[in-house]
């Protein structure tokens, strides 16, 4: 079985800095795409950042220029670090990943794309 789960989340001030991980398992496929995605309370989930099989990011408007994923295929972890949080970063994220065979472009605003989710953890920005 595939499995995805999330730690790093806690309380922050505005202006700090998380960095969230995603430990994944049972997921071989190679080229794969993976994900965060965050649900703000009362807001439908979204996209943050992506990356794909050789590395290459992508960033959502809310993960562009403060947010930076990254991948340890060897240790099988997936990152965000997240600096100058605000307020309105106060989210529930979640990592995800890619169904196998999936082909195209990789990014969190393909989120169909993304089959395997993980629990998610809390982010709370005061």
């Known amino acids: 079985d595939v499995q995805l789960v999330e730690s790093g989340g806690g309380s922050v001030q505005a202006g700090g800095s998380l960095r969230l991980s995603c430990a994944f398992s049972?997921?071989?496929?190679?080229?794969?795409?993976m994900g965060w995605f965050r649900q703000r309370p009362g807001k439908e989930r979204e996209g943050v950042a992506a990356?794909?099989?050789?590395?290459?990011?992508n960033y959502s408007d809310s993960g562009e220029g403060r947010f930076t994923i990254s991948q340890d295929n060897s240790r099988r972890t997936l990152t965000l670090q997240m600096n100058n949080l605000k307020p309105e970063d106060t989210a529930v994220y979640i990592c995800?990943?890619?169904?196998?065979?999936?082909?195209?472009?990789?990014?969190?605003?393909?989120?169909?794309?993304?089959?395997?989710w993980g629990q998610g953890t809390q982010v709370t920005v005061s």
């Open positions: 995800a990943a890619s169904w196998p065979g999936t082909e195209g472009f990789c990014s969190s605003k393909r989120e169909p794309d993304f089959g395997y």
């Open positions: 049972g997921y071989t496929y190679s080229g794969h795409c």
């Open positions: 990356i794909d099989a050789s590395g290459t990011p």
